[in-house]
């Protein structure tokens, strides 16, 4: 297979003000063929033996990499970051094929005609109409984004109607008030959010301290599952384990604390505590006994106190110049037990997403 010669780096770094969209055909026309190849007897051993069910942890890794580099604006990084999340796309819809459910033809042609019948003021109403848009909505929006987003949501209610009428004569499940959380969401918010909904229906753990008790007990059940040491029992361990972190979830709720900061900020100061170790090592730490990383470990928590009393005797103004402010050393500097503190989550925080947003 002939591919396109690798781009200049004048070819890389010129401002590109519009797509060929030709050449985003061919190119895209490869992956296609690259992907099918991977998957196709005498291909990749490891393309083909993957699912859905191992692949997707990785859509989910590459899709928090491409908004690391959105947030460091790293529009090189972004580039190749967009590739890997595109290639999950490629992966999802070859092995569908394979299975005979749909091609990536299939989730193009679904993609266009929503954004044609979503955009009757870009495309005329006859063209969105004849893409299955079924709701009365003005296209004459005069330049008006908000008037956009009312037809949006117009014509995505419309079709929420169409898919319920198309599935009235099946058997479908009872309607919940958990219906309304996303599943989408990522997980340590939505178990934030299916919680709350609970408890306004009284379905709740009383107090704070009540769950800790819970919690044990989901640690002894983890704990018999992960005993029997047995490669097909993992399903069991994973049910385990996830019973528990819901459970901490919910803690985290009661205790008016965003769990997913509250793992950044312990993420952030196992980095900083991990980083110090590694500069004070004689050696690699691989070749380092038990004993002399846990010595290194409680060392590095010392000099990190030490560190943050220094620049909170030093004044605001040697504080900012020095980097991470005194609060941020001090949550470096605590316990891993002890979580940062944390905006609390209110009651009209609980919405899924700004009304003035497109979502699909």
């Known amino acids: 297979m002939e591919l396109p010669p690798e781009p200049s780096a004048r070819q890389s770094s010129a401002a590109q003000t519009a797509t060929d969209p030709a050449r985003a055909a061919a190119v895209f026309e490869q992956s296609v063929k690259i992907m099918a190849r991977l998957r196709a007897p005498g291909g990749c051993p490891w393309d083909r033996e993957q699912s859905f069910d191992t692949i997707r942890k990785y859509t989910l890794e590459e899709a928090y990499e491409v908004f690391d580099a959105i947030e460091r604006r790293d529009w090189p990084h972004l580039s190749e970051e967009l590739g890997d999340l595109l290639l999950q796309v490629l992966f999802y819809a070859e092995m569908a094929a394979n299975e005979g459910h749909f091609t990536i033809a299939d989730v193009l042609e679904h993609l266009n005609r929503k954004l044609v019948r979503r955009h009757p003021h870009v495309f005329g109403e006859e063209a969105a109409q004849a893409a299955g848009n079924r709701a009365d909505v003005d296209a004459?929006?005069?330049?008006?984004?908000?008037?956009?987003?009312?037809?949006?949501?117009?014509?995505?209610?419309?079709?929420?109607?169409?898919?319920?009428?198309?599935?009235?004569?099946?058997?479908?499940?009872?309607?919940?008030?958990?219906?309304?959380?996303?599943?989408?969401?990522?997980?340590?918010?939505?178990?934030?959010?299916?919680?709350?909904?609970?408890?306004?229906?009284?379905?709740?753990?009383?107090?704070?301290?009540?769950?800790?008790?819970?919690?044990?007990?989901?640690?002894?059940?983890?704990?018999?599952?992960?005993?029997?040491?047995?490669?097909?029992?993992?399903?069991?361990?994973?049910?385990?384990?996830?019973?528990?972190?819901?459970?901490?979830?919910?803690?985290?709720?009661?205790?008016?604390?965003?769990?997913?900061?509250?793992?950044?900020?312990?993420n952030l100061r196992f980095r900083e505590r991990f980083r110090l170790m590694e500069q004070m090592a004689p050696r690699p730490l691989e070749e380092l006994s038990a004993e002399e990383l846990e010595a290194l470990w409680v060392e590095a928590k010392k000099r990190l106190v030490t560190d943050a009393a220094a620049r909170e005797e030093a004044g605001p103004l040697q504080q900012a110049q020095g980097g991470l402010s005194t609060r941020s050393l001090r949550e470096l500097a605590q316990d891993d037990r002890n979580f940062p503190p944390v905006p609390a989550i209110t009651a009209n925080q609980e919405g899924h997403s700004n009304d003035a947003e497109k979502q699909s």
């Open 140 to 266: 004459d929006v005069e330049g008006s984004s908000a008037a956009v987003l009312r037809n949006w949501e117009e014509i995505k209610a419309a079709e929420k109607r169409a898919r319920a009428d198309g599935d009235s004569g099946q058997a479908t499940k009872t309607a919940s008030r958990l219906d309304s959380v996303l599943r989408a969401l990522p997980a340590l918010a939505e178990a934030a959010k299916l919680g709350a909904k609970a408890q306004k229906a009284g379905f709740d753990w009383p107090h704070w301290r009540a769950l800790l008790p819970k919690i044990a007990e989901e640690v002894a059940e983890l704990e018999a599952e992960a005993a029997v040491g047995d490669a097909a029992h993992n399903p069991a361990v994973e049910a385990e384990l996830g019973d528990l972190l819901f459970t901490v979830v919910n803690l985290a709720r009661h205790l008016s604390v965003d769990a997913e900061m509250a793992l950044r900020g312990c």
